[in-house]
């Protein structure tokens, strides 16, 4: 499972990503790629978000289960405290 998060990008960008996956709300996009079409989509966002933020959470084999990557503005950071991820307001 694959979630894909977009803060402040552009429309085209978003409708563009919904031939991969599903948009449960504006700018969250859900679905099942594999590890390669994940990583060239999210090259693909990185390269388009211009002033935007993205995140990605994707399975992975570690304690968590899951793995974040975060390019951008986001509204959130991820602090990583050994090997635990967990999120962070900005001040």
Request: hydrophobic letters at 45%; glycine letters at 10%; one cysteine or more.
């Amino acid at each position: 499972m694959t979630v894909l998060i977009l803060e402040s990008v552009s429309p085209g960008l978003r409708g563009e990503i919904t031939r991969w996956l599903l948009e449960l709300k504006p700018g969250v996009f859900v679905g099942t790629l594999s590890a390669m079409v994940r990583d060239l989509l999210w090259e693909k966002v990185c390269n388009e978000a211009a002033d935007g933020g993205c995140v990605l959470v994707h399975r992975a084999a570690n304690e968590q289960g899951f793995a974040i990557r975060m390019e951008g503005r986001t509204s959130k950071v991820v602090e990583d405290f050994e090997g635990l991820l967990l999120m962070r307001v900005p001040e």
